[in-house]
């Protein structure tokens, strides 16, 4: 068996569930090294991280590492490649995972692949590319496979690992720490699901009319505990804020349900969805080419259709 490298993601030292599911597929694939970013690992931390296929789980608890943006986190994979020499490095396909993968490809002169969907056997990723316009099956050919996997590919399940904490001294080069983080600002966490994260995304886009008409949106989303999601359209108009926005431009979402209400379907908004393992549309236009993707539809006004939908699970 080999080792592969999971990049940790954790909000305030609480592992988040991506990593759980990163560490679930590379149990699949071999044998599971977490590799914790900056100070704050726990001890209930370490031990979630094993409950779910950890047998090692690197500490590298610099200040550091966190005090300056992504680059020493890729400097920090590339020192454990270069000691470990493991089979493959996951990451999560977030925004800074993705931009981590591609420094650690170039620092270790290896191939890496973003957006995957699944990784099989030999580290087959099974990619989605061009903006979403074609699913691939791709296979790096150089160096360390560096795989950034999308959030809800895997669901995670528990699989014990030894979980044997290594404490990991990082070496940072001033070019790591060419951009310092002044500030962190939380974002205000409401009561539903990170979009990126979720199981259940409910988007409204310009078939939903008015910024007021979001709460029919939010109404079903929090009827079926989902996040809310948005077309460009929507947040270009005000009516949701940007970082709701799924597609090219936006979050890209692969939950297990996506229910799309007044989106068209542009090529620019299935970009950010269409890995979605089911897809529900709800649209007027019995043409709109969301249908084309859907796996249910219902031709209708969402302002009837939606208000319906969520008193019918009210009820359940
Ligand atoms: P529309 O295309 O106007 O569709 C509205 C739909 O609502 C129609 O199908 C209509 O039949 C239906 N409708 C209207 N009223 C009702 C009703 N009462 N009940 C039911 N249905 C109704 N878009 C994104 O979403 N995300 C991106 O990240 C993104 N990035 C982009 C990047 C670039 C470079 C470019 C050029 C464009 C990008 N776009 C993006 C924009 C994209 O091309 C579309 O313009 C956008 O997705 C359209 O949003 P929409 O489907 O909400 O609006």
């Given at each position: 068996?080999?080792?592969?490298l999971v990049l940790v993601e954790q909000v305030d030292g609480e592992v988040?569930?991506?990593t759980?599911?990163?560490?679930?597929?590379?149990?699949?694939?071999?044998?599971?090294s977490a590799v914790w970013a900056g100070p704050g690992l726990s001890d209930a931390a370490a031990a979630k991280l094993a409950?779910?296929?950890a047998?090692k789980v690197y500490n590298a608890a610099a200040q550091e590492v966190v005090d300056y943006?992504?680059a020493p986190k890729a400097e920090l994979l590339?020192q454990l490649?270069?000691d470990k020499?493991?089979?493959?490095?996951?990451?999560?396909?977030?925004?800074?995972?993705?931009?981590?993968?591609?420094?650690?490809?170039?620092?270790?002169?290896?191939?890496?692949?973003?957006?995957?969907?699944?990784?099989?056997?030999?580290?087959?990723?099974?990619?989605?590319?061009?903006?979403?316009?074609?699913?691939?099956?791709?296979?790096?050919?150089?160096?360390?496979?560096?795989?950034?996997?999308?959030?809800?590919?895997?669901?995670?399940?528990?699989?014990?690992?030894?979980g044997a904490v290594e404490e990991v001294a990082v070496a940072l080069?001033?070019?790591a720490k060419?951009?310092?983080v002044?500030?962190?600002?939380?974002?205000?966490?409401?009561?539903?699901?990170?979009?990126?994260?979720?199981?259940?995304?409910?988007?409204?886009?310009?078939?939903?009319?008015?910024?007021?008409?979001?709460?029919?949106?939010?109404?079903?989303?929090?009827?079926?505990?989902?996040?809310?999601?948005?077309?460009?359209?929507?947040?270009?108009?005000?009516?949701?804020?940007?970082?709701?926005?799924?597609?090219?431009?936006?979050?890209?979402?692969?939950?297990?349900?996506?229910?799309?209400?007044?989106?068209?379907?542009?090529?620019?908004?299935?970009?950010?969805?269409?890995?979605?393992?089911?897809?529900?549309?709800?649209?007027?236009?019995?043409?709109?080419?969301?249908?084309?993707?859907?796996?249910?539809?219902?031709?209708?006004?969402?302002?009837?259709?939606?208000?319906?939908?969520?008193?019918?699970?009210?009820?359940?």
């Amino acid at each position: 068996m080999s080792e592969i490298l999971v990049l940790v993601e954790q909000v305030d030292g609480e592992v988040k569930k991506v990593t759980l599911e990163l560490l679930t597929l590379a149990k699949s694939l071999g044998e599971p090294s977490a590799v914790w970013a900056g100070p704050g690992l726990s001890d209930a931390a370490a031990a979630k991280l094993a409950e779910y296929g950890a047998d090692k789980v690197y500490n590298a608890a610099a200040q550091e590492v966190v005090d300056y943006v992504v680059a020493p986190k890729a400097e920090l994979l590339a020192q454990l490649v270069a000691d470990k020499s493991p089979a493959a490095v996951l990451v999560a396909a977030t925004a800074e995972g993705k931009e981590v993968a591609g420094r650690l490809a170039v620092k270790t002169d290896s191939g890496v692949i973003t957006d995957a969907v699944g990784v099989g056997e030999g580290f087959v990723a099974d990619q989605s590319i061009f903006g979403g316009g074609v699913n691939v099956r791709s296979k790096v050919a150089k160096g360390t496979p560096i795989i950034a996997v999308r959030p809800n590919s895997t669901p995670p399940a528990p699989n014990a690992g030894a979980g044997a904490v290594e404490e990991v001294a990082v070496a940072l080069s001033e070019a790591a720490k060419a951009a310092r983080v002044v500030e962190r600002v939380k974002q205000e966490k409401g009561a539903r699901p990170e979009l990126a994260e979720a199981a259940i995304v409910v988007s409204g886009g310009r078939g939903v009319g008015s910024a007021e008409n979001f709460s029919v949106i939010e109404g079903l989303a929090d009827a079926l505990g989902a996040a809310v999601g948005a077309s460009r359209a929507a947040t270009d108009a005000g009516w949701y804020p940007h970082q709701f926005q799924v597609g090219q431009t936006g979050k890209t979402v692969s939950p297990q349900l996506y229910i799309a209400a007044g989106i068209s379907g542009a090529i620019q908004h299935r970009a950010g969805m269409q890995t979605a393992k089911t897809i529900v549309a709800i649209n007027k236009d019995p043409e709109a080419p969301i249908f084309e993707l859907a796996d249910y539809g219902v031709v209708g006004d969402l302002h009837q259709v939606v208000p319906q939908l969520t008193e019918e699970i009210d009820k359940r």
